[in-house]
């Protein structure tokens, strides 16, 4: 391992954008649905790997909705995100803000406390185990309704308990956050935080109204804001956190290579920026690989390797005590890296 290596993965770390379906890996597919006598549209792993060709959001969308087919019961979601807690655990991960699709699971017929209580046995048994703590967010999918999304909420809302905030995901183009103004608004009046999807594929336009409408308090992705000068100073100026996903953003060809992300740009310009894996299983990489991808790619310096592991704190919803233990153990842990 390189002494670089070794640092980031010793760097505290919090991933903040991370959809618990997009952890499902090809063999976990393939054991699921013979277990469920589901049959799958592939012939092996490999062939199902060789399917991870994408071009753009929508034909990643169409192989990530169909497999999720295989999770069937409480124990499904329970391995699936004990396997991605234990390997995030293992990267520096201290804290985890897992998004679930609640609509991919009921309009299958999968009852909405079954997708929860197994996502919530591994969460807290993660806690127990590993020391790491979450926050469970519902995305709304965007391509359907807002009365859809209206229904998911009440579901949601009998979990409040267990679920810290609503996130809204899926085919961007065509479907700005205007269209969950009401769904959003409700949320919030009862107490959930927001965060949308916003300047993946979508314009600038729709972080705008991801902000000014929904009242979001992180941008998933983001950085198709470099588009619009004002909108960049406004986001550093309300230190508002992206959630960049760098390996995603080349698998679903948002930047042709990695080489020309513009991540580096954004962060040299002040903004908030995080590195996430968005779905780790597709797109070749977990939070570790991430974070490697980008040092090596843009040529990133210790101190911006820890200012990224800061802003995935600062940006979290931690509350300020966690924050700060955090944020000095993060100080600490650059100060010996600076030291070599
Ligand atoms: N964008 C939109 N929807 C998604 C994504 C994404 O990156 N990952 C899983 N659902
Ligand atoms: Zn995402």
């Known amino acids: 391992m390189s002494s670089r290596e070794a640092y980031v993965r010793a760097l505290p770390k919090a991933e903040l954008h991370l959809h618990i379906e997009g952890t499902l890996e ?28 994408f071009t753009d959001l929508q034909s990643f969308l169409d192989v990530y909705y169909a497999l999720a087919d295989v999770l069937r019961d409480a124990d499904d979601f329970y391995e699936l995100a004990l396997s991605y807690l234990q390997r995030a655990h293992e990267q520096g991960v201290v804290h985890a803000e897992v998004f679930f699709d609640p609509q991919t699971h009921t309009a299958r017929g999968i009852a909405f406390d079954t997708v929860v209580a197994g996502l919530h046995r591994a969460l807290t048994e993660a806690e127990r185990r590993f020391g790491m703590t ?36 899926s085919a961007e183009a065509g479907h700005p956050p205007s269209k969950f103004v009401a769904v959003f608004e409700r949320a919030r009046e009862q107490g ?21 409408l929904l009242a979001v308090r992180r941008i998933d992705h983001g950085v198709r ?93 931690l509350d300020a005590v966690a924050k700060r233990r955090w944020l000095t153990a993060i100080d600490e842990c650059a100060r010996g890296e600076l030291a070599h």
């Open 225 to 317: 804001c470099e588009e619009d000068a004002k909108l960049m100073q406004r986001l550093a100026r309300e230190q508002i956190a992206l959630t960049v996903c760098p390996l995603s953003n080349v698998k679903l060809g948002v930047f042709e290579r990695i080489e020309q992300h513009n991540l580096k740009r954004l962060l040299e310009a002040g903004l908030c920026v995080t590195v996430n894996s968005d779905d780790p299983a597709y797109f070749g990489g977990y939070l570790l690989e991430n974070y490697l991808a980008v040092e090596r790619a843009l040529g990133l310096t210790s101190e911006q390797l820890a200012t990224l592991a800061r802003n995935s704190i600062e940006g979290s919803f």
């Open 192 to 212: 959930l935080l927001a965060v949308a999807h916003a300047g993946e594929e979508g314009p600038p336009a729709y972080i705008r109204e991801a902000l000014d």
């Open 134 to 169: 979450h926050r469970l967010i519902a995305c709304f999918l965007r391509h359907l309704s807002a009365a859809d999304a209206m229904l998911t909420l009440d579901a949601v809302l009998a979990h409040r308990q267990i679920i810290a905030a609503v996130g809204l995901d």
């Open 26 to 53: 090809p063999e976990l597919a393939f054991r699921l649905a013979q277990q469920h006598g589901v049959v799958l549209p592939y012939a092996s792993v490999a062939e199902l790997r060789a399917a991870y060709d």
